[in-house]
């Protein structure tokens, strides 16, 4: 036969589990409530991006328009349809008509939002031709020819790394 004493140790033990099981199904609730009011998402209960944050492309995770890479699930951002991403190589070519139609000797630096320097660039060759007639162009139109190829084409890059704003 058991004691009082006994039978009332016994309960003790039997509701320890079930006071922390309920313990642990409040805390659910709660993290549950908390969740629901927040937007379900790591974005502070935002629903909409500011000015300058974006959408990830992968989990959309509300971001910082300026990542490249999420920090949330890791994947490379791809620029956006209004991006002021240049072609170097279509920028070099096209500067590269300038040696068969010097007042285009530009075209690269127009492609690049450089329409005062294009303009210049053409100028110059177009003066340049002229100079052949006294020799001295024969050096001057080459040297300015494939500077001008050479200075879109890396123009292009640094619009393209954020170091140039077009």
Do not use: W
């Amino acid at each position: 036969m058991q004691s009082t004493a006994d039978v009332a140790e016994e309960t003790d033990e039997t509701a320890q589990p079930e006071e922390e099981a309920a313990q642990s199904d409040d805390e659910a609730a709660q993290s549950e409530d908390v969740t629901a009011q927040s937007g379900g998402s790591g974005n502070g209960g935002r629903d909409e991006p500011r000015p300058d944050e974006q959408y990830c492309s992968s989990c959309g995770e509300i971001i910082k328009a300026e990542a490249r890479i999420c920090p949330h699930c890791g994947v490379e951002q791809k620029k956006s349809a209004g991006s002021t991403e240049k072609d170097p190589g279509v920028a070099a070519l096209l500067s590269g008509i300038g040696f068969f139609v010097p007042i285009a000797a530009g075209a690269g630096q127009i492609y690049n939002g450089q329409v005062g320097k294009g303009i210049a660039f053409g100028l110059i060759q177009a003066v340049n031709v002229l100079l052949v007639f006294v020799l001295i162009g024969f050096v001057t139109f080459p040297l300015v020819a494939i500077y001008t190829i050479y200075d879109a084409y890396k123009t292009a890059e640094r619009i393209n790394e954020g170091e140039i704003q077009v």
